[in-house]
């Protein structure tokens, strides 16, 4: 496989599950994104994680988790979400943090919790 | 803060004409990057053209170039020879040498009529 790939594609969950969103990037980047895009806003930066170092936006509640075991892959756990939470989860993965560094999307999953 | 404005949230061209779509930028940062990403109904963000602060020369990718006056703080996308394949979500985006991750605009549905 090649580029950014992200399972499951779609995801219906409770407000009482625990799930985990999948993302893989074949790329031989190192560093990985996670954004929160929902209908009529701009994206919204939930992480980032470079050289395994963790930067996070401050806003995100603790409803989710990141985990990024190695530099190809970055996880992102969900628990006891709300409907607001309804929204497609891009991944993406850059080779740096530098300006010119263009950033590779996966195709998303898109969440529906009810 | 960084910030990106979109201010055409719909629209339309003739297959075969050029179109623009616009964006303009607020940064206090002087170094910078400008990006432009197309998002399918599918959902992937695909990377389309890059600009750098410093850069001399208007950015040019195929189709696609980026009409940057910086003066005026604007990076308007001009696609040329419309496809209907084109017909997309294009989103503007800025990273800055100090905040050093993407920020995105509202993005620009672009339809292409036959």
């Known amino acids: 496989e090649t580029g950014v790939t992200q399972t499951p594609r779609h995801l219906v969950m409770g407000m009482t599950n625990k799930k985990s969103l999948k993302c893989e990037q074949h790329?031989?980047?190192?560093?990985m994104y996670w954004y929160k895009q929902s209908a009529k806003k701009p994206l919204e930066l939930m992480f980032v994680?470079?050289?395994?170092?963790?930067?996070e936006n401050n806003s995100v509640p603790s409803r989710f988790s990141p985990e990024c075991p190695n530099s190809s892959h970055l996880f992102l756990h969900l628990h006891t979400l709300q409907p607001e939470d309804s929204a497609l989860y891009l991944c993406?993965?850059?080779?740096?943090?530098?300006?010119?560094?263009?950033?590779?999307f996966g195709p998303g999953t898109r969440l529906t919790v009810t | 803060a960084q910030k990106i404005t979109q201010t055409q949230p719909g629209m339309f061209v003739q297959e075969k004409e050029a179109v623009t779509l616009d964006c303009t930028y607020d940064?206090?940062?002087?170094?910078?990057?400008l990006f432009w990403y197309k998002q399918p109904s599918s959902g992937e963000m695909i990377f389309l053209i890059y600009?750098?602060?410093?850069?001399?020369q208007n950015a040019t990718e195929g189709r696609y170039s980026l009409n940057f006056q910086k003066a005026r703080k604007s990076a308007n996308l001009v696609i040329s020879a419309s496809q209907l394949g084109d017909s997309a979500m294009y989103f503007c985006?800025?990273?800055?040498?100090?905040?050093?991750?993407?920020?995105f605009g509202s993005g620009t549905q672009l339809t292409v009529l036959p």
């Open positions: 790329l031989g980047h190192n560093a």
């Open positions: 993406a993965s850059s080779q740096g943090r530098d300006l010119r560094g263009e950033q590779y």
């Open positions: 940064t206090s940062d002087p170094s910078y990057g």
């Open positions: 994680y470079s050289l395994e170092e963790r930067v």
């Open positions: 600009q750098g602060s410093y850069d001399q």
């Open positions: 985006a800025m990273i800055s040498g100090s905040a050093r991750q993407l920020t």
